[in-house]
């Protein structure tokens, strides 16, 4: 799995908030590619990418734990909040525990 970190608006890597990223082969259903948005310790959000769609589940316990975590949580989605919010009630992000 390749570990990086997320930039800031000047390019400069941001301490405590990573990307986690895995490869897969996209054959006999596997996924294409996995990212796991990481703050600090604690799972925030995993994007699976599939040869026909992309599955977000966001950790029911810390998708929204701080201002911090939210920007870059924003960033990892590439959307606001409230878009996320609605995704949430509509069903099209999951919620889970991430980090058991």
């Known amino acids: 799995m390749k570990v990086k970190n997320i930039t800031n608006s000047k390019g400069r890597p941001v301490v ?3 990307i986690l990223s895995e490869s897969g082969n996209g054959a006999n259903g596997n996924y ?3 990212e796991v948005f990481q703050s600090y310790s604690s799972v925030i959000a995993e994007r699976i990418t599939w040869i026909d769609s992309i599955d977000i589940t966001l950790d029911k316990n810390y ?3 701080s201002t911090t975590t939210g920007k870059y949580r924003n960033l990892f989605l ?3 909040k409230k878009e996320t919010k609605e995704k ?3 069903g ?4 889970s525990d991430l980090n058991k």
């Open 16 to 18: 405590n908030q990573f």
């Open 88 to 90: 949430i009630e509509k």
């Open 63 to 65: 998708w929204d734990y």
């Open 32 to 34: 294409i590619l996995k």
């Open 78 to 80: 590439g959307e606001t």
């Open 92 to 95: 099209v992000y999951k919620l």
